[in-house]
C-alpha cells in the first residue's frame, strides 16, 4: 500500500520545526541568568558598607556604615585632584594613616554599626579661588571581612585575592604571622 504524501507545507513545516529545536537549546542557554556549579571553594561573603558624606564648604565629613552581615575592617582614600592640599581632622583616634595613603580605621565595625568622623578639608591654592567653582572630591572606601590567628588576634587581609579558584593573601598562608 502506497504512504499518503504530506503536503508540502506541512513538510516545510517540520523541517522548519526540526531546524529550530536542534538551535534552541544552546541559544537558550546562553540567555538564561542561572547557572549552576559544583566545588568546595567556599567564598567570603557578606562584607557590605556604605559610605555616608555630609558636605560642609570645603569639608567633607566622612562615616562609614557597616550594612553587611558580618563583622568588618574599613579603609577610606580621598582624592581631590593635584592642585588642592587635603588636611585631615579626626574624631576620636581610631582613624590611621597607612599603606597606600588610605586611612584605616583601627576597630572592627559590627553590622550596622558606623565608624568615627573623618574630616576631609580641601585647601585652594591662593589665586585660584574664582577657577575652583565646580571641584570634586572623591572618597573611596573599602572593607574586608575580619580574620583570626591562631592565637585568636583579629586582622585585616587588604591584600586577599581570590582568582581562578586559588586564594593569595595571608589567610592562604601568605605571609601569616601566627
Not at 537549546?25 to 561573603?45: D, R, V
Not at 562615616?63 to 582624592?79: H, Q, S, W
Not at 575580619?146 to 581570590?162: E, L, Q, S
Request: charged fraction near 25%.
Amino acid at each position: 500500500m502506497p504512504v499518503p504524501a504530506l503536503p508540502g507545507i506541512a513538510c516545510a513545516g517540520l523541517a522548519l520545526w526540526l531546524v529550530h529545536g536542534m538551535g534552541a537549546e544552546p541559544s537558550t542557554a546562553y540567555f538564561t541568568t542561572h547557572a549552576s556549579a559544583k566545588g568546595g571553594y567556599e567564598l567570603q561573603a557578606g562584607t557590605e558598607t556604605e559610605i555616608h558624606e555630609e558636605i560642609d564648604g570645603l569639608d567633607k565629613h566622612i562615616r562609614i556604615e557597616n550594612t553587611g552581615e558580618a563583622d568588618c575592617f574599613v579603609r577610606v582614600k580621598v582624592f581631590a585632584g593635584s592642585v588642592a592640599e587635603i588636611s585631615y581632622t579626626l574624631e576620636g583616634g581610631s582613624w590611621q594613616m597607612g599603606e597606600g595613603e588610605y586611612w584605616y580605621y583601627g576597630k572592627i565595625l559590627a553590622p550596622g554599626e558606623f565608624s568615627e568622623e573623618l574630616a576631609a578639608s580641601i585647601k585652594i591654592p591662593e589665586g585660584m579661588e574664582d577657577k575652583m567653582e565646580n571641584f570634586d572630591v572623591i572618597v573611596v572606601q573599602e572593607c574586608v571581612p575580619v580574620f583570626y590567628r591562631g592565637d585568636g588576634t583579629p586582622y585585616a587581609d587588604w591584600n586577599r585575592k581570590i582568582e581562578s579558584g586559588k586564594e593569595t593573601g595571608e589567610e592562604a598562608g601568605e605571609g601569616a604571622e601566627d
